[in-house]
């Protein structure tokens, strides 16, 4: 078995469904659902033994401690967090709480763990550390791409808060011998995004006939993944990922937002017209910049194309005509997160530590 925190959220969910539609080895996810988690991500593996699900914090170590005892999972993979960087910059504490704190409270969790295993086992052991490229900090426009080298410079609450946790996971395998990888990865898109995340909120904004929010010129550059090729990535790198070392995840996609923002237009133009015959593009509002906004991102895959023999599967274009047609085809799962009600789903479904 293996134990992924943060399941319930967007990549998340998303690498337990292709965990469990490519293998049986079962699936423990530990989610503190908060506003983020959303148990309907994972509706479809109700009634199945191999997801167990358990709501609780990666920082209750007493309550993590027992969940290793009892399901003695051969990896820790952690996707929780706090992820998004506007919350961060109205109210960091959570992000220190939950990306540091967390961290560290899960390392120490799964070091004591992991010191008591066999031999064999513990040989066999890893903690797999999901960040971000944002450790990294912003680049210049004719820059050279992020490498696993690059210095860290995180700019925003979020991005401090997760290079903390990185640094944390560094010093846990280089003090105590933990075996861990981290992989750093750019921006991804696709199917159960929270629709406060830039591609997602296009596309709802655009259906309701609301503006489209672009911050500052929109001329910020992201380098966009599909997320299903992070996860393909992850499952790689836990494979066969040499210990103590850290993987950049991309796909050599850089965009600049405005250019995302009129993608996603012209897609819902073709698939879903508006009945007015106007474009979608009319409803884009340039709004105030947000505070000490990184300019560029840009990831340097080399180093998981060649030791691991990773490439994503999608194209930008065809990850995000994807994308556009999964929200399209979605429309409960978009108005349950926006009234709340998947929340309230979560409460009459399950109660306490449950098993879907
Ligand atoms: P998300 O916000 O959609 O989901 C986070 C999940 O973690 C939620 O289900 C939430 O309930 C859970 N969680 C939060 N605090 C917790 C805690 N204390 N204990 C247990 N569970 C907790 O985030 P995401 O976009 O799916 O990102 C997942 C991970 O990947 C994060 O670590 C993020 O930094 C990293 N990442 C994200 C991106 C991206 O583009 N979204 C890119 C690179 C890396
Ligand atoms: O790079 C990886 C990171 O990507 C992850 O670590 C984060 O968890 C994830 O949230 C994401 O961070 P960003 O800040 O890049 O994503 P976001 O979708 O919030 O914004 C993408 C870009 O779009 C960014 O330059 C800000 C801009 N933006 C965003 C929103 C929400 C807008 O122009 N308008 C908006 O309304």
Redo the contacts with the bound molecule.
Sequence with gaps: MILV?????????NFVLDWLAQSDEPVLN?????????LENLASLQGDARHVFVH????DAAMVAQLLAQHQPRAVL???????VDRSIHGPE?FI???VV?TMRLLQSARAYWQGLDEARRAEFRFLH?????VYGSLEPTEAAFTETHKLEPNSP?SAS?AASDHLVRAWHHTYGLPVLT???????GPF??PE?LIPLIIVNALAGKPLPVYGDGLQVRDWLYVKD?CSAIRRVLEAGRVGEIYNVGGWNEKPNIEIVHTVCALLDELRPKSDGSRYQTQITYVQDRPGHDRRYAIDASKIERELGWKPAETFESGIRKTVQWYLANPDWVAHVQSGAYREWVQTQYSGNETP
């Design positions: 925190t943060g399941g319930a959220g967007f990549i998340g969910a530990l989610d503190k659902l908060t506003y983020a988690g959303n609780g914090d990666i920082g952690n996707f929780a967090a706090e992820s998004h959570d709480q939950t990306n967390g999901v960040s971000t490229d944002e979020y997760k992989t750093n990865c750019s921006n991804n898109y995004h929270f995340k992070h």
